[in-house]
Every structure is written in structure tokens, then in C-alpha cells.
């Protein structure tokens, strides 16, 4: 497999490198375009040039699509940049392979979208499948269907080979402190380390379907190996956790005492109560298994986060 990966220097793209390369695949890794002094080939989702450039230099069989602006209060704040960025730039892409690829053989384009697309859903739906209709409910998701939509698009009129991966929260070692797992992992190192024992949270009874990162980038490997032309496969484990029942086994693996409060900047104004979703699909193409528990995924975030140099 030669592999070209955008957002190559971000929390997944970092461990799907490292997870193709250690398989032997040969990898282009494309970070922003202010990355090129810290290795990674310079993309810029706005500029096509830059797309076309990467692809000249990486000739890849597959493009891992992870480049996106990825953080749901984010695209509140500006929702036109994650239309652009997420939804737009995925056009570009699009455009550029199709040109590549009139003179070269087509790589195939694994596109990670998310679990957000679903919106809110009744529990008579759950769990999620991908058949379902999309309910997107803030600007992020929005983003996210729109360039499903877009490439699966390009697949029916241009015959672009395009497999749409729909992650579920996954987290890991190295995660940004933005998201709600790394930020109590955070808190916690801080006050193990002698900080006040105020511990911050949003909504803590939003239940996610969480992945380990090191799983959902074996996932997008299968995916783009076995998965089927046209097709979307949801990246999940099939059940649901409270971020209060990740916040007790946090406090249980620090073993610190703490004060819980609650931060309104921390809640969102249209958080989805219940994500969960059914692997049955994945599954069966691919034969993927989730290999690592989510204790086993909290110690390592903790441990990390008490000492950033073993990420």
C-alpha cells in the first residue's frame, strides 16, 4: 500500500501513520501548510495546488482523509470555516484525485466522517445504523454530511472509489485537551501533582459509544483494504458509556481526591444525549475487533498525562 494521509499531524492522523508504516506501507504524510518544517508535506484544504502536489509526490493506492476542523464548539463559534474547511475542502480533494488520476491509476479515498451526522436520535433507534436518515445538529456535523454527500456524489457521476468510515468518539495518549476525556485526564494529573482539587465538567450524563484511537486506525486500515466501493461503515464498539462513568474510573485510577463543579463553558447548547452505534456492518466486511479496553485506554490517557513525554 502506498498511502497518502491529510491532517497526518493531528491526534489520529499521528497514530495512522505510525500504524501504516509499522504494516510497511509506504506513507506521504500531509499535515497544514505550516507544517513542512516538522516533517509533515504541506496541504492546504483551500488550495488545490497543494492537493495535486501531494499527490504527484505520493502516488498513492489510498488517501486517508482525516484533515477537518473536528471540534463541535469550534464550528459554533465560526460555522462558515467548517463548511469550508470540512465540507469544500473535501470537493478539492475530490477534484484533485480526479485528475490525478486520468493519468495515473486512481487511488482509492477513505473519507473519516463522524457519528455526529445522526443528531438526536429516540432509543427505539438505537443502535445506529448507517441506513438511517442523517439529522446533523450543529455546524460540525452539518460539515461532515455535506461532504459525505459530496464524495459519495463523486463516486456515483465521476466513479471516484470513495468508503466512508462514521467514527464514534475515539480517544488516546496525546488527545487534545479541548475534548472532554483528555481535559479530566488533565485535571486529575494537575491535582495529582499538587494543583487545588477543583475538577471542571460539562454535561456528564451524555453517553458516548468510545473507541480506542489505536482501534479506530486499525478500522480505517481494514476499511481501505476491504471495505466496499460506495460504501459507509460506522467506527464504533456498539455501546454506550457516560462521560460520569468515565469521569469515576479517572478519579479511581488517580486516586486523588477531588471537588466535581460544573463549568458552563463546558456545556453545549446542542449536545446529543445518547451516540451509539453498531459495528455489525465493519464487522462483517472486515472482520475488525476492537483490541483495547477502555480502562485500559483511560490508564494510558492518564499516565500520559502526567508525563507528556511517554506520549
Known amino acids: ?103 495515473a491509476p486512481p487511488p482509492r479515498l477513505l473519507f473519516t466522517s463522524s457519528a455526529e451526522v445522526y443528531g ?13 436518515d442523517l439529522r446533523p445538529a450543529n455546524p460540525y456535523a452539518a460539515s461532515k454530511a455535506a461532504a459525505e454527500a459530496i464524495l459519495l456524489a463523486e463516486a456515483r457521476s465521476f466513479g471516484l472509489d470513495v468508503v466512508v468510515a462514521r467514527a464514534f468518539n475515539h480517544i488516546g495518549p496525546g488527545q487534545d485537551e479541548r475534548f472532554a476525556v483528555p481535559s479530566l485526564a488533565a485535571q486529575l494529573a494537575r491535582i495529582a501533582a499538587g494543583a487545588p482539587p477543583q475538577l471542571l465538567v460539562g454535561n456528564l450524563t451524555a453517553a458516548r459509544d468510545f473507541l480506542d484511537v489505536r482501534d479506530v486506525v486499525n478500522a480505517y486500515i481494514a476499511l481501505a483494504r476491504d471495505g466496499e466501493r460506495g460504501e459507509i461503515y460506522n467506527v464504533c464498539s456498539g455501546g454506550a458509556v457516560t462521560i460520569r462513568d468515565i469521569l469515576r474510573e479517572l478519579i479511581a485510577i488517580a486516586h486523588v481526591p477531588v471537588e466535581v463543579r460544573e463549568d458552563p463553558a463546558r456545556m453545549r447548547p446542542a449536545d446529543v444525549p445518547i451516540l451509539v452505534g453498531s459495528p455489525e456492518r465493519l464487522r462483517a466486511r472486515t472482520g475488525w475487533q476492537p483490541q483495547l479496553t477502555l480502562v485500559r485506554s483511560l490508564r494510558d490517557i492518564y499516565v500520559a498525562a502526567r508525563d507528556p513525554s511517554i506520549r
Not at 510497511?24 to 492546504?44: R, S
Not at 438526536?120 to 438511517?132: K, Q, S, T
Open 1 to 103: 500500500m502506498r498511502a497518502l494521509v491529510t491532517g497526518a499531524s493531528g491526534f489520529v492522523g499521528r497514530y495512522l501513520v505510525a500504524e501504516l508504516r509499522r504494516s510497511g506501507a509506504e506513507v506521504l504524510a500531509c499535515g497544514g501548510p505550516h507544517d513542512g518544517a516538522h516533517g509533515y508535506f504541506p496541504l492546504d484544504l483551500g488550495d488545490i495546488e497543494t492537493m495535486r502536489a501531494a499527490l504527484e509526490r505520493g502516488r498513492p493506492t489510498v488517501v486517508f482523509h482525516l484533515a477537518a476542523q473536528t471540534f463541535v464548539p469550534a464550528s459554533l463559534a465560526a460555522p462558515m470555516e467548517s463548511y469550508e474547511i470540512n465540507a469544500i475542502g473535501s470537493a478539492r480533494l475530490a477534484a484533485a484525485i480526479r485528475e490525478y488520476a486520468a493519468s
Open 120 to 132: 438526536r436520535r429516540g432509543g427505539d433507534e438505537l443502535p445506529l445504523r448507517e441506513n438511517i
